[in-house]
């Protein structure tokens, strides 16, 4: 029973490691292993987790009330905008823009400014990864 349960779980592992390229598998790795630091029962990052980070407003940087959707909209596979200085924002949803979540240096760079921007704080290990895997599944 423990070699099926075993299997099920790598496979899992597996299928979900298909999802992002090499080397952003080895990011999502890494943030991973923080999570699990920071709490011991960490199993495994979670879009539907991702998409709440996501959507749900705050008062952000300029005292406004702001949420990632603010500026990439609630379809990410469509354009954004954002609202101050109207600049148009490629959808970041990879089935649309295979350029997303390809880049390592250029995702770290979105996360930090992003989460600064919404949550006036660097986003942790978790939250960086639940948002990683909803976007991931746009």
């Not at 350029?99 to 006036?120: A, G, H």
Request: hydrophobic content about 30%; glycine content about 8%.
């Amino acid at each position: 029973m423990k070699k099926y349960t075993l299997a099920i779980l790598l496979c899992g592992v597996i299928a979900n490691a298909g999802n992002f390229s090499p080397s952003m598998q080895g990011y999502i790795e890494t943030l991973k292993s923080e999570a699990k630091q920071a709490d011991s029962s960490f199993v495994d990052f979670n879009a539907k987790r991702g998409e709440k980070i996501f959507t749900t407003k705050h008062i952000g940087k300029s005292d406004d009330s702001i949420s990632c959707t603010s500026c990439h909209g609630s379809n990410l596979t469509k354009n954004g905008q954002n609202p101050t200085t109207n600049k148009i924002i490629k959808p970041l949803g990879p089935s649309v823009n295979k350029s997303r979540l390809t880049d390592i240096k250029e995702v770290q760079k979105w996360l930090r400014r992003n989460f600064k921007d919404v949550y006036n704080r660097e986003g942790t290990a978790l939250e960086k990864g639940d948002v990683l895997y909803y976007i991931q599944s746009k």
